[in-house]
């Protein structure tokens, strides 16, 4: 089956840079998605990792290390518009990469 | 605009009605999906259909039935259901539901009160 762990809450300041962690389980890995969701609205897609290493998409970046069962995503100039939750996806091991999702870090940017 | 709509976006209901939620996406995806998300849990899979054809029931209750009419709308009734059933429920959309680094699209979601 699959596990995964994150924080449930962080706080960061505005213009500042937070990593949010993201530990995971599973009987085989292919790949891990990083989605946010604003209050009320649906998740979106944020990131995909299936190689190890740092994948940058302009403020915010995506790491992945298999070895480890390890990710994070660090979010830089933080805005008060990041405030939302960040959620850890693996594709579950049914053959059919359904995705399984974490419980979601709740991140408030403060000003 | 994620080009998946979900309707109503908010509904109440006692527990001896029917009511259905409806999903269409506009993305011209083979693999559509009904997720619930509770508070403090996680995202949890109901239901998948993959070129209309439901490939994936999680030990979803009964009371929970959905419909797949064709690739572009999914819906799922509701009957008898019970306060617990209270939640957010996320229709989503994918290009192929078996294709590595296969992203989800979600809808804004359909809020579901059992009073």
């Known amino acids: 089956g699959q596990n995964i762990d994150q924080p449930t809450e962080m706080t960061a300041t505005e213009g500042a840079i937070v990593q949010i962690n993201c530990t995971y389980q599973?009987?085989?890995?292919?790949?891990l998605f990083w989605y946010q969701q604003h209050a009320g609205e649906a998740p979106t897609f944020l990131s995909y990792?299936?190689?190890?290493g740092l994948e940058e998409k302009g403020r915010f970046s995506s790491f992945l290390s298999r070895s480890k069962g390890y990710s994070y995503l660090l979010l830089k100039e933080l805005q008060m518009k990041d405030s939302a939750s960040y959620l850890c996806?693996?594709?579950?091991?049914?053959?059919?990469?359904?995705?399984?999702f974490g419980t979601g870090t709740r991140l408030t940017v403060i000003p | 605009e994620t080009g998946v709509t979900q309707t109503p976006r908010h509904l109440v209901m006692g527990m001896t009605n029917k009511k259905s939620l409806k999903c269409e996406q506009h993305l011209g995806h083979n693999a559509m999906y009904w997720y619930k998300q509770s508070a403090k849990k996680p995202l949890e899979l109901m239901f998948v259909y993959s070129l209309e054809e439901r490939v994936e029931n999680n030990s979803v209750p009964s009371r929970f039935s959905p419909e797949c009419p064709n690739s572009s709308h999914l819906f799922l009734h509701l009957h008898t259901l019970q306060p617990e059933d209270s939640a957010l429920y996320l229709c989503a959309s994918s290009q192929d539901q078996t294709a590595s680094g296969n992203t989800i699209y979600f809808g804004e979601g359909s809020w579901l009160t059992v009073v």
């Open positions: 599973t009987s085989g890995f292919n790949g």
């Open positions: 996806a693996v594709p579950d091991q049914t053959g059919a990469n359904n995705l399984f």
């Open positions: 990792n299936v190689l190890d």
